[in-house]
């Protein structure tokens, strides 16, 4: 029985293609002739979030027409996107939307605790086709995973509260995945460590 397997071009624009849309779109976002700067980044990340909501939701589904399965951390986020992103919209209050990462982060630093707690990595559940690695790898990895997302989530809420609108996007946009990227480099000295081999 054959896998359908996703292209790993076509899983990297699911991932990353969002955030430069909403990027994209809080750029070229229309605002009112004369607003302040506060009225243009409020009327700009509106406008970003209503395109960002919609286009979550079709990679998402897109995601499933292919694989038939849904990743459950991308459900997450997809779920936050949605609620958070609603709200904003709703409200037209940004607070919302900036706060989104925080609660994401939190939401997965939180489920990693608690699979420590009871001597579980729930990351080996999400990712163990893609890195086989040994209980104790696993152990180690979730661990460290848990701390980086805790501090991801510190690290936006000082942005966001300390920052205006402008800056937080592009910190959304450019920081987070280049992290996210520097996060999983640096830990190559585990998935060498604690690889299973291949046998076959």
């Not at 849309?21 to 070229?28: N, Q």
């Not at 104790?136 to 000082?158: C, D, P, Q, S, V």
Request: hydrophobic fraction near 55%; glycine fraction near 6%; charged fraction near 15%.
């Amino acid at each position: 029985m054959t896998e359908n397997k996703q292209n790993p071009i076509v899983k990297l624009v699911l991932e990353i293609g969002p955030i430069m849309v909403f990027f994209l779109a809080y750029k070229f976002a229309p605002f009112p002739e004369g607003a302040t700067s506060e009225e243009r980044q409020l009327a700009q990340v509106i406008f970003a979030t209503s395109v960002f909501v919609p286009v979550t939701l079709a990679a998402l589904a897109y995601s499933w027409f292919v694989e038939k399965h849904l990743p459950k951390m991308a459900v997450i986020t997809a779920v936050i996107v949605v609620v958070f992103g609603g709200l904003t919209i709703w409200l037209q209050d940004a607070t919302f939307i900036k706060m989104k990462p925080t609660i994401l982060y939190l939401a997965f630093g939180g489920i990693l605790g608690f699979g420590l707690l009871r001597g579980q990595s729930y990351l080996r559940y999400l990712m163990e086709d893609m890195m086989p690695l040994k209980a104790e790898g696993w152990m180690i990895f979730t661990k460290r995973f848990m701390l980086y997302f805790f501090a991801l989530a510190i690290i936006n809420e000082l942005v966001w509260r300390n920052f205006d609108t402008d800056t937080w996007v592009s910190f959304k946009t450019f920081f987070l995945p280049i992290a996210s990227f520097g996060f999983i480099m640096s830990q190559m000295g585990i998935f060498a460590k604690y690889a299973i081999k291949d046998e076959e």
